[in-house]
T-cell receptor, first 112, second 114 residues
Framework: DTAVSQTPKYLVTQMGNDKSIKCEQN?????MYWYKQDSKKFLKIMFS???????INETVPNRFSPKSPDKAHLNLHINSLELGDSAVYFC???????????FGPGTRLTVT | QKEVEQNSGPLSVPEGAIASLNCTYS??????FFWYRQYSGKSPELIMS????GDKEDGRFTAQLNKASQYVSLLIRDSQPSDSATYLC??????????????FGRGTQLTVWP
């Protein structure tokens, strides 16, 4: 009965490849988020969707493209991966905005 | 530049002591404040939220908010070794916004030694 789940947990890939991370929440929340946590553990928001509508789009390279097929799912597709994209990516969800956000287990992306 | 500042630590306290974690924020219009705990290699876990000035208690945790001073703190009473983690302060900085954009501090690493 995992609340917010992400796949895969680990992702190792080479520069220039395209990869996707998937997120699902079974909390019935309306809003979902993508965060990036860098090697210094700084957590920064990237995107947010509310009922499938993009509401937050931080200054992120356009190689990153989120997609929300329904309010329970939020995916992140990354094109032309670069070394600097190596980080842990967390998905989160909340019932309303602003509100308490609950995080998934994270996806550790390593670009070689 | 919207900022959330935390004592970088590390903070080390003996078991049974009170651990005090502090956070300041730059935007006076901030409305929502959260404390997350993150164990090494794990995801942030929400432990407290506070929206009004004053204290909010939940078990061994007390969050304190002072909007005039733009300051939020977390007290952990009777600290246990299992409390050893990084504590992240998060603030909704968008004045009047419903976007839910949380800004996080860089975290304070707490070690509770037996």
């Amino acid at each position: 009965d995992t609340a917010v789940s992400q796949t895969p947990k680990y992702l190792v890939t080479q520069m220039g490849n395209d990869k996707s991370i998937k997120c699902e929440q079974n909390l019935g929340h309306d809003t979902m988020y993508w965060y990036k946590q860098d090697s210094k553990k700084f957590l920064k928001i990237m995107f947010s969707y509310n009922n499938k509508e993009l509401i937050i789009n931080e200054t992120v390279p356009n190689r990153f493209s989120p997609k929300s097929p329904d309010k329970a799912h939020l995916n992140l597709h990354i094109n032309s991966l670069e070394l600097g994209d190596s980080a842990v990516y967390f998905c989160a969800s909340s019932q309303r905005v602003p509100a308490e956000q609950y995080f998934g287990p994270g996806t550790r992306l390593t670009v070689t | 530049q919207k900022e959330v500042e935390q004592n970088s630590g590390p903070l080390s306290v003996p078991e049974g002591a009170i651990a005090s974690l502090n956070c300041t924020y730059s935007d006076r219009g901030s409305q929502s404040f959260f404390w997350y705990r993150q164990y090494s290699g794990k995801s942030p876990e929400l432990i407290m939220s506070i929206y009004s000035n004053g204290d909010k208690e939940d078990g061994r945790f007390t969050a304190q908010l002072n909007k005039a001073s733009q300051y939020v703190s977390l007290l952990i009473r009777d600290s246990q070794p299992s409390d050893s983690a990084t504590y992240l302060c998060a603030v909704n900085l968008d004045r009047g916004s419903t976007l839910g954009r949380l800004y996080f501090g860089r975290g304070t690493q707490l070690t509770v030694w037996p």
